[in-house]
Every structure is written in C-alpha cells, then in structure tokens.
C-alpha cells in the first residue's frame, strides 16, 4: 500500500485525541509542565506559540518550578485542569523537583479526579514504574523510580535509531530488572482508562505499541488517527 505525505499527521493529533477524552468543556484547559527540560524558557515560547496557532480554542496555562512555583496554589491550579501536558526531557531531574514539591501527591489527586494526564518521553515514562532512560548518560540505564500509577514499565521511542531503545528494553524486562509493560514507538500514544490499556493510537501509518514481558515482545493493536487506506 502506498502512503503520501498528506495522510501523515503530527504530535498535535495525538494531544487533540487527548483532549477528546477530557469532559465537555467550550474551552479546556490544558496546563503544560517542562520541569522535565528544567523549565527553559524556549520550551514555554514555542508551546505557547503552537497553542496560540493550533489549537486556539485552549485555555492553555504553564507550570513552572523553576527558581519558585509560578502559581500559588499548586493543587488547585492542577485540579481545575482538564489535561496536563508533561514535556520530554530527563525523566529523573523530573521527578526529583516533582517530589521536593509534593506533586507527586498532588498528581495522583489529579488522576484520581479524572483529569487526563499526559505526556512524550520522560512525560509518558513518568506515570509508570520505570523504563530505559539517557537521564544519567547517554547510555540508556534502567530507572524505576516513577510515580507508578500505572502498575508497567514503560519503554518510549520504541524505533529510536540513535540508540538502541528497543532491545535495551527488552533485555531489562526479560532479566527482571523492570516489570512488564508497554512500548511505543515514536508518534503512537498509549490510552489508559484506570490501569487498563483501553486503547493505543497512531499519527503514522504502521507504527506500533507493544507489551514486552519475560517472554518476548507481542504487538498491540494500534488504531491510525488519520483516514483508513483504501485499496488501488
């Protein structure tokens, strides 16, 4: 089957799938948190800067940590958020700030209140156990140290060239160094209702989620966002 470049989708159809998934709102509100790149300010520009022409119809808010708490009222500020957007980045740096500021807490609150957490990368890793991650150097090291709300491990850029993601995170499931879990490759999310994986979605035709356990790896069905191919 052939493929033209204006089937493929990007990163914010996955974050409007997301947001499909909060409770009906005319405008949600979305808080978007870069701890994980220590807040830079680059980061925050550019996200505002792609809510601004993308997705207009958002209340979006950022959280930084970063030289203090930008609100002042951090559970609140969290709890009235339909969707929280975790950056990318070091995944241990992460949840170390996270910690000494309780939001560990706090965002299990959220969880438990139905707001739609999310993330990529560091921002997907740290809702579970652990996974592979470069956070130490850029040898990929086990870290196990999540927030583990989901009761996996987790392995992100499943199809990762530069380094090798994908059999690091098998080798470390299959030697018992992480727990069972989910993989994704770049550009599919992983959609979970409490701890049960409802669902994994895709913005690129073909890419895959997988759950990996000492067995070995077995693919997930993965939904594409975009329009089905039809034959010819």
């Known amino acids: 089957m052939l ?9 914010v159809h996955l974050l409007e ?3 499909s998934l909060t409770s009906p709102r005319s405008r949600p509100r979305v808080c978007y948190l870069p701890t994980a790149l220590g807040d830079a300010a680059a980061a925050v520009t550019a996200q505002r800067e792609r809510f601004a022409t993308e997705l207009p119809e958002v209340d979006l808010s950022v959280l930084t940590l970063f030289p203090q708490p930008s609100v002042p009222d951090l559970r609140g500020h969290l709890l009235s958020q339909d969707l929280l957007l975790v950056e990318g980045g070091s995944v241990v740096n992460l949840m170390a700030v996270w910690r ?3 939001l560990d807490a706090v965002l299990r609150e959220c969880w438990e209140a139905g707001v739609v957490l999310s993330g990529v990368s ?6 579970h156990l652990g996974g592979p991650t470069d956070s130490f150097r850029d040898a990929l ?3 196990t140290d999540g927030l583990g709300l989901l009761p996996f491990s987790n392995g ?5 060239d530069d380094q090798p993601r994908r059999t690091t995170y098998r080798r470390l499931v299959a030697d018992g160094t992480l727990p069972p879990g989910y993989a994704s490759e770049d550009g599919v999310g992983l959609h979970y209702v409490g701890t049960e994986l409802r669902e994994a979605v895709s913005v690129r035709r073909g890419a895959q989620a ?14 594409y966002l975009g329009p089905a191919e039809t034959a010819g």
């Open 3 to 11: 493929r033209t470049e204006e089937d493929e989708l990007g990163n």
């Open 17 to 19: 799938h997301a947001l």
């Open 100 to 102: 000494a500021h309780r």
């Open 122 to 127: 560091a921002g997907s890793l740290c809702w």
């Open 141 to 143: 090291d086990p870290f």
């Open 156 to 160: 992100v850029h499943d199809d990762f």
């Open 210 to 223: 997988w759950w990996v356990d000492r067995d070995g790896a077995r693919p997930v069905p993965t939904r």
